[in-house]
């Protein structure tokens, strides 16, 4: 088991940023996608946002033009910085590792192996 640890989740007014951080340090093997994928109450998990090994980016509709992932490789740290956000964007955060996959395919989350124990945001109205 690779652990992924999140950090950053909070509580925030509608508008507000948030900054989600996870520590990939424990993840020794070639890095191929790795994602953000959040699970709101009583919905499916849907993917948010990937960066691949080429750091070509990809990122959910919902999400485009607020959202921005980042990798620090020599933190070992992914990064998603929320903003403008919108009480529909509520949801647990987890970050993600795939091991194998030429880019990120976000609606197919068999592709992940590897996911932290997510990190709970909350954005109210």
């Known amino acids: 088991q690779v652990p992924l640890v999140e950090s950053g989740g909070n509580s925030v007014q509608a508008g507000g940023s948030l900054r989600l951080s996870c520590d990939v340090s424990g993840y020794p093997y070639t890095r191929y996608c790795m994602a953000w994928i959040r699970q709101a109450p009583g919905k499916a998990r849907e993917g948010v946002v990937g960066i691949d090994r080429d750091d070509r980016t990809s990122y959910a509709d919902s999400v485009k033009g607020r959202f921005t992932i980042s990798a620090d490789n020599a933190k070992k740290t992914l990064y998603l910085q929320m903003n403008s956000l919108k009480p529909e964007d509520t949801a647990t955060y987890y970050c993600?590792?795939?091991?194998?996959?030429?880019?990120?395919?976000?609606?197919?989350?068999?592709?992940?192996?590897?996911w932290g124990q997510g990190t709970q945001v909350t954005v109210s109205s």
């Open positions: 993600a590792i795939a091991t194998s996959g030429d880019t990120c395919y976000l609606n197919f989350l068999n592709m992940f192996t590897f």
